[in-house]
């Protein structure tokens, strides 16, 4: 039934400026599941993910979360979306330390789960150091890091492996599958061959 699933689209089509971008996707979206979303540069990838989290408005079709063509915001007094785009969404005026405490504020995350993220990405001896000073890799597990403890549901991933090295790539998919295994769901779009329980992969062309 379409209410049982958290995101289920059907002949989802995208049209900006007259060029059709997609069209004609079906899909939907379980707990403890995972979407990977192919493609080549320009095919649509990055538009189809924001047109799932609510940033745009489809062209035509049916997009429903939990069965309802509204996004819920918050499920269970909880973030329902956490977003990982091409920016890092990060603040380069604070300390690590303080870029992660505000989210770990917000998200009323427990102490033990914090340190445990930041131990995850090896993060101990940059707590004080300003977040402008990280290179574009260090941001980007920066912002893994704080995706790692969000507790939200649906993680929607745009090429979350960007500027990561081999080992932090590893982190990164032991994140996803950690987070999948344990109830919740995953939509990326990626060029890697990520090894994701549950996984159904589409492609844009």
């Given amino acids: 039934m ?90 380069g005026s604070l300390t690590v330390r303080e870029n992660l ?30 977040a402008s000073w990280l290179s574009a890799g260090e941001k980007r597990r920066l912002s893994l890091l704080r995706l790692s403890f969000c507790p939200a549901k649906v993680w929607i991933l745009d090429e979350p492996s960007t500027y990561l090295d081999k080992d932090n790539k590893e982190i990164l998919i032991s994140i996803i599958n950690e987070h999948v295994n344990s109830g919740g769901s995953i939509i990326c779009a990626t060029h890697e061959n990520f090894n994701l329980p549950n996984v159904k992969e589409y492609s844009l062309s």
């Fill in 101 to 130: 405490v505000f989210y770990k504020e917000i998200w009323s995350v427990n102490k033990n789960v914090f340190m445990k993220a930041i131990q995850t990405f090896s993060f101990e001896n940059f707590l004080d150091c300003p």
């Fill in 2 to 91: 379409i209410n049982k699933h958290i995101i289920y689209a059907k002949d989802l089509c995208l049209e900006r400026s007259g060029r059709n971008i997609f069209c004609s996707l079906n899909f939907s979206l379980d707990s403890s599941e995972s979407i990977i979303i192919k493609g080549k540069n320009g095919s649509g990838k990055t538009s189809l993910l924001r047109c799932i989290a609510g940033f745009y408005p489809i062209t035509s079709g049916k997009l429903l979360w939990y069965g309802e063509s509204i996004l819920p915001a918050y499920y269970s007094e909880k973030p329902l979306i956490s977003w990982v785009g091409h920016f890092d969404a990060i603040k």
